[in-house]
């Protein structure tokens, strides 16, 4: 059983190594960027990674605090689905509405999430990593496209 300071210590250092291994990699604009808090310059659209003791997941997360508003957010995203399955190269994606996140709030996303993976095994942090690395990358170049379709949400 690990600790919530393991548990805590386990975290800081995966996303320390995977923003390490991120570090020499350029947006899809050719511009330095923080690919652990990766910004989409739009309130309410969050690029959100997180890595457990079960999974690691990737999402794009609707979750501005007008109702109205996240529900036009999440629409526009849906009008971009094939953009964006393109930049997956044809993945799938899972796409969620009126979810609950860990704090309560109702929001809407688009996942995908790796199975069977431990942050608590350093063997599979490779898998892990290389799981996000693609993923993020490919969110970043379909957002240098489509955020200007988001830029009345500003």
């Known amino acids: 059983m690990y600790t919530k300071e393991d548990i805590s210590r386990q975290k800081q250092a995966f996303w320390t190594t995977f923003g390490r291994y991120m570090q ?4 899809a604009e050719g511009t330095a960027v923080s690919w652990v808090n990766y ?6 659209i969050q690029f959100k990674m997180d890595a457990d003791h079960k999974h690691t997941r990737i999402a794009i997360t609707c979750s501005h605090k007008d109702a ?3 529900v036009l957010q999440y629409q526009r995203l849906t009008q971009m689905k094939a953009m964006l399955e393109e930049e997956l190269q044809g993945e799938m994606w899972d796409w969620q509405e009126n979810l609950t996140d860990e704090w309560g709030k109702t929001i809407d996303a688009v996942s995908k999430t790796l ?26 170049a379909f957002w240098s496209m489509a955020r200007y379709g988001f830029e009345e949400f500003l």
């Open 68 to 70: 109205s508003l996240r």
């Open 24 to 27: 020499p990699v350029l947006s």
């Open 115 to 140: 199975a069977n993976v431990s942050i608590h095994r350093k063997e599979d942090w490779p898998a892990m990593i290389s799981f996000l690395k693609q993923r993020i990358i490919a969110l970043d």
């Open 39 to 44: 910004k989409t310059g739009i309130p309410g």
